[in-house]
């Protein structure tokens, strides 16, 4: 793992969701509003209280778990269009229209293209980072269903790159993914993926993580391609652990709702 690129990476979305954007302020439409519907405070809020409230260090670990795998909040904010974006005279492929923003930073100019576009199911997601006048990288892109009960958000983390002086195409195709569904019963089933820069490894983390409509679950969590916690938990929040090493089973115990 290039931890130069990654961390670089971080930095830059973190950045962008709290510096202030300068931008073009042209009389434009109102700005566009189609967000994402999930919330991850509304999941959340199905985990019984009493794995929340657990002093047991793996109940907490649990619980650290479950927060990581449903938390889009920075790139969620990230694709809200802000004062002063202008509307740009080019369609997407499926008619939607795009919009654009710039803001500075550091004697360097970043400029963000985004764009909307639905069909009789679905509604999408697109966002484009170009740094001064040079190309275009991919971004973001999102999706979900118009009831709100399936999607994916990606964070392509290849653009990073440049501030490493590495070669982009290197990490082109390499991303955070968050997926959910969400059936009649209510039971969430969220994963999110962080794919890995080394031939060797498929991904670097990756959670799996069901919560029931009456809030007992499951999560496995994945590192380096292998199975690394599995744990699971009661509608009171009682949960046990299996902790693995090389795929085989290392140790295990349980805990108590707190």
């Known amino acids: ?151 994916e958000v990606k964070y392509n983390w290849g653009w990073a790159a440049i501030y490493s002086g590495e070669p982009v195409e290197d990490y082109e195709f390499l991303y955070w993914r968050y997926t959910w569904t969400l059936d009649s019963s209510g039971k969430y089933h969220i994963q999110f993926r962080w794919d890995s820069d080394d031939p060797e490894y498929d991904y670097f983390a990756y959670y799996d993580v069901v919560i029931n409509g009456d809030g007992s679950g499951t999560i496995d969590y994945y590192y380096i391609d292998q199975l690394f916690y599995h744990m699971e938990w009661d509608i009171a929040g009682n949960g046990s652990w299996v902790y693995y090493i090389d795929g085989e089973e290392f140790m295990s115990g349980t805990w108590t709702a707190g």
């Open 1 to 151: 793992m290039k931890n130069s690129v990654l961390m670089k990476g971080l930095t830059g979305l973190s950045l962008m969701a709290f510096l202030a954007v300068g931008c073009n302020k042209e009389e434009n439409p109102p700005l566009p509003s189609q967000q994402l519907s999930f919330d991850a405070e509304e999941v959340l809020a199905k985990v019984p209280a009493g794995l929340k409230n657990s002093q047991d260090e793996y109940a907490q670990d649990c619980y650290d778990f479950i927060e990581s795998a449903v938390d889009m909040s920075g790139f969620i904010s990230n694709m809200e269009v802000p004062d002063g974006a202008t509307k740009t005279s080019k369609k997407s492929a499926m008619g939607g229209d795009t919009w654009k923003w710039t803001w500075n930073y550091g004697g360097e100019s970043f400029t963000f293209y985004w764009t909307y576009d639905e069909d009789n199911s679905k509604r999408y997601w697109t966002m484009e980072i170009q740094f001064g006048s040079g190309p275009r990288y991919d971004y973001i892109e999102a999706w979900e269903t118009k009831d709100g009960r399936q999607g």
